[in-house]
């Protein structure tokens, strides 16, 4: 089964940095767009940032500038980098994955989202 894990994520203050990755690990014929999300308390899970299978990447406004999404298509691994951290950048970040899967009997599967736990980044003094 495919399994996207998540690390790098922790207690930062103001103005610091934090790298976020995701390994997405199993039987996997390929992988298409990757993305990173995010959820505060009390709020909506928003998209932060996406890359295709290309490299384009795309940002949410507020992080244009501070944050860089990259991925090692070797390793099936996408990383956030985030700079210049804010209290508002406070959340839980998903890993997200859209990828085909290489199922039972060797059947190579439908493209289909998956999702990692979640990282706690915590950004205060």
């Known amino acids: 089964q495919v399994r996207l894990v998540e690390s790098g994520g922790g207690l930062v203050q103001p103005g610091g940095s934090l790298r976020l990755s995701c390994a997405a690990s199993?039987?996997?014929?390929?992988?298409?767009?990757m993305a990173w999300y995010r959820q505060a308390p009390g709020k909506e899970r928003e998209l932060v940032a996406t890359?295709?299978?290309?490299?384009?990447?795309t940002y949410v406004d507020s992080v244009k500038g501070r944050f860089a999404i990259s991925r090692d298509n070797a390793k099936n691994t996408v990383y956030l980098q985030m700079n210049n951290l804010k209290s508002e950048d406070t959340a839980v970040y998903f890993c997200n994955a859209d990828l085909t899967a290489v199922e039972a009997a060797g059947v190579i599967g439908r493209s289909k989202d998956y999702w990692g736990q979640g990282t706690q980044v915590t950004v205060s003094a």
């Open positions: 890359i295709t299978s290309d490299t384009i990447p």
């Open positions: 199993g039987t996997i014929f390929s992988v298409n767009e």
